[in-house]
């Protein structure tokens, strides 16, 4: 089975946009969906992005994902950064040997 | 609207067994074609998922829980439940359930500390 790499944290301003990666180790990003959740302290994790870039309902539209076969990586983008979208985001996919995966997890930090 | 939701046995002495099960409302665990998973997260750490639950009751396991883990259904209570055996300090963590195909949707987790 696969892992899945994230920078322990990344930090921007307020109105800037970031980007989060997420390194698959071993296999195709592009064999199974990504998916990207926020978890803010003392919260259960929720979605903001799933099947690569699909945006669950609520999440704003400053929230999109993709996936970069030639760096074997899925990223999250946030654009327009305010204070309530610092949190902890975990990436997540699948192996085809029926196992799921999640990243170490980056904590993004707006100041 | 689903929702799903952990008992809590809070405290477990190291080398027992830890169980937790995991109600669901607003959705049927036999009928919906979903997944239903454990993920904990220890203090201050990132999310591990532990093994998950078809539908028609196949396991999943992490292979590096697998030896100590065991996932099942009640059909008729509509909740399914985690029995982790020989615990140690190291399983201390928060424990979620979840509804899942790829994309997870979660319930609010429940503190276990493994302690004397």
């Known amino acids: 089975n696969f892992m899945l790499t994230q920078p322990h944290s990344v930090s921007e301003s307020p109105g800037k946009t970031v980007t989060i990666s997420c390194t698959r180790s071993?296999?195709?990003?592009?064999?199974?969906?990504v998916q990207w959740y926020q978890q803010r302290p003392g919260s259960s994790p929720t979605s903001v992005i799933y099947e690569d870039n699909q945006r669950p309902s609520g999440v704003p539209d400053r929230f999109s994902g993709s996936i970069d076969s030639s760096s074997n990586s899925a990223s999250l983008t946030i654009s327009g950064l305010k204070t309530e979208d610092e949190a902890d985001y975990y990436c997540?996919?699948?192996?085809?040997?029926?196992?799921?995966?999640f990243g170490g997890g980056t904590k993004l930090t707006v100041l | 609207q689903l929702q799903l939701r952990e008992s809590s046995p809070g405290l477990v002495k190291p080398s027992e067994t830890l169980s937790l099960t995991c109600t669901v409302s607003?959705?049927?665990?036999?009928?919906?074609?979903?997944?239903w998973g454990w993920i904990r997260q220890p203090p201050g750490k990132g999310l591990e998922w532990i093994g998950s639950?078809?539908?028609?009751?196949?396991?999943y396991y992490n292979p590096s829980l697998k030896s100590r883990v065991t996932i099942s259904v009640d059909t008729s209570k509509n909740d399914f439940s985690l029995k982790l055996r020989s615990v140690t300090a190291a399983d201390t963590a928060v424990y979620y359930c979840?509804?899942?195909?790829?994309?997870?949707?979660w319930g609010q987790g429940t503190l276990v500390s493994v302690s004397s």
């Open positions: 071993s296999g195709s990003i592009a064999s199974n969906y």
């Open positions: 997540q996919s699948y192996d085809n040997s029926n196992l799921w995966v």
């Open positions: 607003g959705d049927s665990i036999s009928s919906s074609g979903f997944y």
């Open positions: 639950i078809s539908y028609s009751g196949t396991t």
């Open positions: 979840a509804r899942h195909y790829d994309n997870f949707h």
